[in-house]
């Protein structure tokens, strides 16, 4: 008989993602890391890609100053094989990407409030649009992606920082560590979670 612990697959713990407001901006990643570094957000490198621009580390020493951890009984592994909590710099996109994960749920209309119920098709399509704009199905409003009320669980941007092995809603950015993306960017910074 098959061990069913073998065929147990592990669900990913979630991310927090931080990227600019405005979708398109594009904060250069030397800056950032500078920054990061500088606030200890960030600690060594964990490793360096053949792509330049993708870069992994270590948290730092002020990580758990610059996030606030709620909940009961958190535990966030820093160290290990598998999963534990690190920092990724992922390459710039060429255009916004749709991040979205299990624990996405139905957007509401900026204007009407209404969700929309078959999302998945229409947001997806309006990356591929100039204006990164969706209809709403019952007030047919033109809305940009990033006014859309996704409650922080999923979102777009061509420039993320991602904050690995954190469950959803369990840790926040300080108003300190989005201060220093700003002063490094030139941009305003939001957050949310996403879950593969």
Request: a positive charge; hydrophobic letters at 35%.
């Amino acid at each position: 008989m098959p061990n069913s612990a073998a065929r147990r697959t592990t669900n990913h713990t979630g991310r927090l993602i931080l990227t600019p407001y405005d979708a398109t901006a594009a904060p250069d990643s030397a800056a950032l890391i500078a920054a990061l570094t500088h606030c200890q957000l960030i600690g060594a490198p964990l490793s360096f890609s053949m792509i330049p621009e993708l870069r992994k580390f270590t948290i730092g020493e002020q990580f758990f100053t610059l996030l606030s951890f709620t909940g009961c009984a958190v535990n966030i592994a820093t160290t290990g094989s598998n999963s534990f909590c690190h920092v990724d710099l992922p390459p710039l996109a060429k255009t916004p990407i749709l991040y979205t994960g299990r624990n996405t749920r139905p957007p509401r209309c900026p204007y009407c409030r209404s969700r929309v119920i078959d999302w998945q098709e229409r947001f997806y399509s309006a990356l591929n649009r100039p204006l990164l704009t969706v209809q709403c199905p019952q007030c047919a409003m033109l809305a940009p992606l990033i006014q859309w009320e996704w409650k922080q669980q999923g979102g777009c941007g061509r420039r993320i920082i991602i904050i690995e092995e954190v469950f959803p809603h369990e840790a926040t950015p300080s108003d300190e560590l989005l201060t220093q993306l700003q002063a490094s960017s030139g941009e305003r910074w939001r957050y949310f979670y996403m879950q593969d």
